[in-house]
């Protein structure tokens, strides 16, 4: 760079040498306007003031040339969009995911190279081509949505920036998160407390992750995030400080366990200000989904950059995931799905697990002795909340469902989450029809899943690498995971994304009687808009930019 550097400044340099203009005049047409033969005397008069007339407005213009292109250059600069697509060959995406493709190790974008927007997002493998011979139903299946040209573009305003001066700065007030629930919650979670942050003008403490009452998992941030990462990317935003200074006092007062949803910035500054000005501390716990959704743009797109860019896993977790999903990637293209059959999620869904009554049964006495867990209406009967679609599809149903869209038997595919409930019974329907079926278990070689057996969040955080990176990914019951890898890939270029309509397509799931080639048709029908094609936040009330990143966070090349 230093050699780049002292090239542009010694030809700049020559071109201000009086040399440079001396040899410029010794050229025609600049030698015959100042050196013409003399012929007569009016001549003799007027020639050498047109050759200064014409030599001064070269150079004004050879000047403002400079500055012209100058100028450009540093407007492109400060650009968000640059003028690649994510699947262009000169994306600084796509080279990453090449990258990242290519190494053995996850540290394939360097800690010491300069900050981008552009190289710092958190990529997946590289979509497979369409190649070999396919049918044309498994060319269908495997084919990427059209993007529409959209890509990242986190264009702060002049507002916004002029701000970060002094709230990057803040060493007086302080804000402490605590984060609950599962990984993918509690990423939400520290997406709002660093938004909140910013709101209130307040230095953010590294959120504090509260042990999981299901899982037990007793994980600290710095345990599953890259904490240097997560400071550096945000460093012009938000001040994040590792500990409360000393100096602060934590009193009960202090810490605010009931926000009400949808609260807005306004709110925020009424009621938490004064507390933050006379106090310098404040605690916030129980902020799953409180904050709006519609915020300010400058505020959408900050959420985008925490998700998208600073939330990056620790390195041992990104390793680990990347070497799993090469596992999977270098045989060419995967389904990844998200099935939802863990005992606590039958427990609050209030569904029935389809393994008959013995299992069903157990739901029902864990539920009784648990009525908190159960999400949702609570006076709807079983059938009732399958019709609603608030049931997540099981291995018998995810199967037709695989076959209805045209996925070949021989499809190999990465199935994420936590243990099913019922073990191998729970998954045979779905093994039976599709044979390449594999989890993060299956991939892991030589033990090393071992350290993080009884660390839920590093094992969610694999599958979602894993998942990031398939050319497919469906969703069985919607979940914090699916909306932040729905989000996630459109990103990153509109990754394919298929979200079960199970309201509409139930009844056709449950009807034995529909002919095979019928079906399919049906379940292609319902779900040709539902492939991960780029749609507005705005087009539903109440969508978080994480999970719908078009138009805040995204715009079109």
């Given at each position: 760079m230093a050699r780049t550097r002292n090239s542009k400044s010694s030809s700049f340099v020559?071109?201000?040498?009086?040399?440079?203009?001396?040899?410029?005049?010794?050229?025609?047409?600049?030698?015959s306007l100042h050196y013409s033969p003399r012929k007569n005397s009016r001549i003799t008069q007027t020639t050498p003031?047109?050759?200064?007339?014409?030599?001064?407005?070269?150079i004004a213009l050879f000047f403002f040339g400079i500055l012209l292109i100058t100028f450009t250059t540093l407007f492109q600069n400060s650009l968000s969009c640059?003028?690649?697509?994510?699947?262009?060959?000169?994306?600084?995406?796509?080279?990453?995911?090449?990258?990242?493709?290519?190494?053995?190790?996850?540290?394939?974008?360097?800690?010491?190279?300069?900050?981008?927007?552009?190289?710092?997002?958190?990529?997946?493998?590289?979509?497979?081509?369409?190649?070999?011979?396919?049918?044309?139903?498994?060319?269908?299946?495997?084919?990427?949505?059209?993007?529409?040209?959209?890509?990242?573009?986190?264009?702060?305003?002049l507002k916004y920036r002029k701000a970060s001066a002094k709230i990057s700065k803040e060493k007086r007030k302080f804000l402490v998160v605590v984060a609950s629930g599962g990984l993918n919650q509690q990423r939400n979670q520290i997406v709002d407390a660093v938004?909140?942050?910013?709101?209130?003008?307040?230095?953010?403490?590294?959120?504090?992750?509260?042990?999981?009452?299901?899982?037990?998992?007793?994980s600290e941030f710095s345990d599953i995030f890259d904490v240097e990462h997560f400071k550096k990317i945000l460093k012009a935003?938000?001040?994040?400080?590792?500990?409360?200074?000393?100096?602060?006092?934590?009193?009960?007062?202090?810490?605010?366990?009931?926000l009400p949803f949808h609260v807005s910035p306004l709110w925020l500054r009424a009621r938490f200000l004064k507390q933050l000005n006379q106090e310098g501390l404040l605690i916030l716990k129980g902020l799953d989904s409180k904050l709006s959704k519609n915020l300010p743009p400058d505020l959408q797109k900050l959420k985008c950059k925490v998700a998208f860019h600073a939330l990056r896993f620790a390195a041992p977790i990104r390793e680990l995931g990347y070497q799993i999903a090469r596992r999977m990637w270098i045989e060419g293209p995967y389904v990844a799905i998200h099935l939802r059959l863990e005992k606590d999620v039958w427990i609050r869904t209030g569904c029935l697990t389809g393994l008959g009554r013995q299992y069903d049964s157990i739901i029902s006495r864990e539920r009784e002795s648990h009525p908190e867990y159960l999400t949702g209406k609570l006076n709807m009967t079983h059938?009732?909340?399958?019709?609603?679609?608030?049931?997540?599809?099981?291995?018998?149903?995810?199967?037709?469902?695989?076959?209805?869209?045209?996925?070949?038997n021989n499809a190999r595919i990465y199935?994420?989450?936590?243990?099913?409930?019922?073990?191998?019974?729970?998954?045979?329907?779905?093994?039976?029809?599709?044979?390449?079926?594999?989890?993060?278990?299956?991939?892991?070689?030589?033990?090393?899943?071992?350290?993080?057996?009884?660390?839920?969040?590093?094992l969610a955080a694999i599958d979602y690498i894993v998942s990031l990176s398939s050319d497919v990914f469906i969703n069985s019951h919607g979940g914090n995971m699916g909306r932040a890898l729905e989000g996630h890939r459109a990103y990153v270029g509109h990754r394919k994304y298929i979200k079960p309509n199970k309201r509409m397509m139930l009844p056709f799931l449950e009807d034995s009687s529909v002919?095979?080639?019928?079906?399919?048709?049906?379940?292609?029908?319902?779900?040709?808009?539902?492939?991960?094609?780029?749609?507005?936040?705005?087009?539903?009330?109440?969508r978080d930019v994480i999970a719908y990143p078009v138009p805040e966070c995204m715009c079109r090349q």
């Open positions: 020559s071109l201000m040498n009086p040399s440079f203009f001396t040899h410029l005049l010794s050229l025609p047409p600049f030698h003031f047109l050759s200064f007339c014409f030599v001064s407005l070269f640059p003028h690649t697509s994510y699947y262009s060959s000169s994306s600084p995406l796509f080279l990453a995911s090449v990258l990242a493709a290519a190494s053995s190790g996850s540290d394939f974008a360097q800690d010491d190279e300069p900050f981008t927007l552009s190289t710092s997002a958190t990529v997946p493998l590289p979509a497979h081509g369409i190649v070999g011979n396919l049918t044309e139903e498994e060319k269908e299946f495997w084919k990427q949505p059209d993007n529409q040209g959209y890509i990242p573009c986190l264009d702060f305003s938004v909140i942050a910013r709101i209130l003008e307040a230095a953010l403490v590294l959120p504090v992750l509260q042990v999981n009452h299901i899982w037990g998992d007793e935003d938000v001040r994040i400080v590792a500990s409360l200074p000393s100096t602060h006092f934590v009193s009960k007062q202090t810490i605010n366990r009931e059938a009732q909340r399958r019709l609603a679609g608030m049931c997540p599809l099981n291995a018998s149903e995810m199967a037709r469902f695989l076959k209805g869209l045209g996925a070949p199935v994420a989450g936590g243990e099913p409930f019922g073990g191998t019974q729970a998954m045979q329907p779905l093994q039976k029809e599709f044979p390449n079926l594999v989890t993060k278990h299956t991939l892991a070689r030589n033990g090393e899943l071992t350290p993080y057996l009884e660390k839920s969040s590093t002919p095979g080639e019928e079906f399919k048709r049906i379940m292609k029908k319902l779900h040709s808009k539902s492939q991960g094609q780029p749609e507005p936040r705005a087009k539903k009330i109440d």
